[in-house]
Antibody
Framework: EVQLLESGGGLVQPGGSLRLSCAAS????????MGWVRQAPGRGLEWVSS????????FYADSVKGRFTISRDNSKNTLHLQMSSLRAEDTAMYYC???????????????WGQGILVSVSS | QSVLTQPPSVSGAPGQRVTVSCTGS?????????VHWYQHLPGTAPKLLIY???IRPSGVPDRFSASKSGTSASLAITGLQTEDEADYYC???????????FGTGTTVIVL
């Protein structure tokens, strides 16, 4: 069974940093693209970032570009999201998701974690 | 601000058919990017409902179907059931933004 478990969320002050992790199991992690999607309170789903299986090709939403960095450790089946210069508007539930499809423009999120809450407030 | 527009809500009685529209543009749905659909109940993980425009993953009831035409797509739920009450999102890829995009989301209400 495919499982994704997020960790690392919490309360952080504006301008601070936080590192989210996503432990994956039940599939060949190194062979799949992975991504992060968030949902702010009262808002819809918003794609944040994605990383190809090669660990090189990365994509970021304009709202986080230059502040967030996605990475993966295939030896530990773990996806990370390093978040810096955090703002109040980054407050959201963050979901880790396994991606599938081909080519890139047809990628979709086929399995999701339960989510981890990030709150940015002073 | 999403580039894929959905109606805020649709409603129907049990057993009825409802549709959820997803309107995009020539840089996403109209650029031959596939459309995918997700079901999301508050407090739970979103669930993939349809991928590749009209393909149901294993385990998704055949009451759910979807289609795509031009710069729009739609999700249909037939034989509406109370457990279908949830938020539904379309998703595609925008070639101009080089970004994955979600629709604004639609709440399906079972009367």
């Amino acid at each position: 069974e495919v499982q994704l478990l997020e960790s690392g969320g919490g309360l952080v002050q504006p301008g601070g940093s936080l590192r989210l992790s996503c432990a994956a199991s039940g599939f060949s992690f190194r062979n799949f693209a992975m991504g992060w999607v968030r949902q702010a309170p009262g808002r819809g789903l918003e794609w944040v970032s994605s990383l190809h299986d090669d660990g090189v090709a990365t994509f970021y939403a304009d709202s986080v570009k230059g502040r967030f960095t996605i990475s993966r450790d295939n030896s530990k089946n773990t996806l990370h999201l390093q978040m810096s210069s955090l703002r109040a508007e980054d407050t959201a539930m963050y979901y880790c998701a396994k991606m599938a499809g081909h080519p890139t423009r047809n990628y979709y999120f086929d399995t999701w974690g339960q989510g981890i809450l990030v709150s940015v407030s002073s | 601000q999403s580039v894929l527009t959905q109606p805020p809500s649709v409603s129907g009685a049990p057993g009825q058919r409802v549709t959820v529209s997803c309107t995009g543009s020539r840089s996403n749905i109209g650029a031959d990017s596939d459309v995918h659909w997700y079901q999301h109940l508050p407090g739970t993980a979103p669930k993939l409902l349809i991928y590749g425009n009209n393909i149901r993953p294993s385990g998704v009831p055949d009451r759910f179907s979807a289609s795509k035409s031009g710069t729009s797509a739609s999700l249909a739920i037939t034989g509406l059931q109370t457990e279908d009450e949830a938020d539904y999102y379309c998703q595609s890829f925008d070639t101009s933004l080089s970004a994955f995009v979600f629709g604004t989301g639609t709440t399906v209400i079972v009367l």
